[in-house]
């Protein structure tokens, strides 16, 4: 059964900090992996997504690897701003369907 | 073009009621998954259904049943509601075919009294 682990559950950095939020995953038979964020009550917003061929995505400030043999992936934001505080989630897909296996997540507050 | 939309936002019933939650995916995706997300942690894979059928179920009860429409909008109905089911219910849908990225709504949230 695959399980996702996120670390640190909760961060608290000042504004202007680089920081990296890190997932591992049990079962490496990955399809691809799927970094969310999630502001409080509210849906999910699709950051980035990594196919299991790849090793990095990046999409403006963020950049997410994938180590896919060793069953990690980190997410780094730069020069983090407030607007960047929410619940950051990541998830892998299996290779028998699309269906999500999701972390607990990481809660992250960027202070003015 | 409209992502995906989930209706009621929120809801309130007493246990012992059933409830019926609605979503219409996102335009060109045939695929929905559910997903519960209870408080504080992440979401819970609950059911997907493709082509109108139940293709892969998680490790829910039989309470969660599901339906998908011709036009690809989607319920999920749960009966005989218990405390424990209070949560943000979450759609989403995906594109033909796996691995392939999904698209959430907003969540219904759900409280059970």
């Known amino acids: 059964k695959q399980e996702v682990t996120q670390i640190p559950a909760a961060l608290s950095v000042p504004e202007g900090e680089n920081l990296v939020l890190n997932c591992s995953f049990t079962?490496?038979?990955?399809?691809?992996l799927q970094w969310f964020r999630q502001d409080p009550g509210k849906g999910l917003t699709s950051l980035l997504l990594?196919?299991?061929?790849?090793r990095e995505q990046t999409s403006g400030r963020l950049n997410a690897s994938l180590d896919k043999s060793s069953g990690r992936s980190t997410l780094y934001i730069a020069a983090s701003q407030p607007g960047d505080s929410a619940t950051y989630l990541c998830?892998?897909?299996?290779?028998?369907?699309?269906?999500?296996?999701f972390g607990e997540g990481t809660q992250l507050t960027v202070n003015p | 073009d409209a992502g995906v939309t989930q209706s009621p936002t929120h809801l309130i019933k007493t246990r012992g009621q059933q409830v019926t939650l609605r979503c219409s995916p996102k335009?060109?995706?045939?695929?929905v998954s559910w997903y519960q997300q209870a408080l504080g942690q992440g979401p819970q894979f609950i059911f997907q259904y493709y082509e109108e059928e139940e293709r892969q179920r998680g490790n829910f009860p039989d309470r969660f049943s599901g339906h998908q429409f011709p036009n690809y909008s989607s319920e999920l109905n749960v009966n005989a509601l218990l405390l424990g089911d209070s949560a943000l219910y979450l759609c989403a849908s995906s594109r033909p075919g796996t691995g392939i990225e999904q698209y959430f709504g907003p969540g219904t949230r759900l409280t059970v009294t």
């Open positions: 990594i196919q299991s061929s790849q």
């Open positions: 335009s060109g995706h045939d695929t």
């Open positions: 998830a892998v897909t299996e290779t028998s369907g699309s269906r999500l296996t």
């Open positions: 079962d490496s038979a990955i399809y691809n």
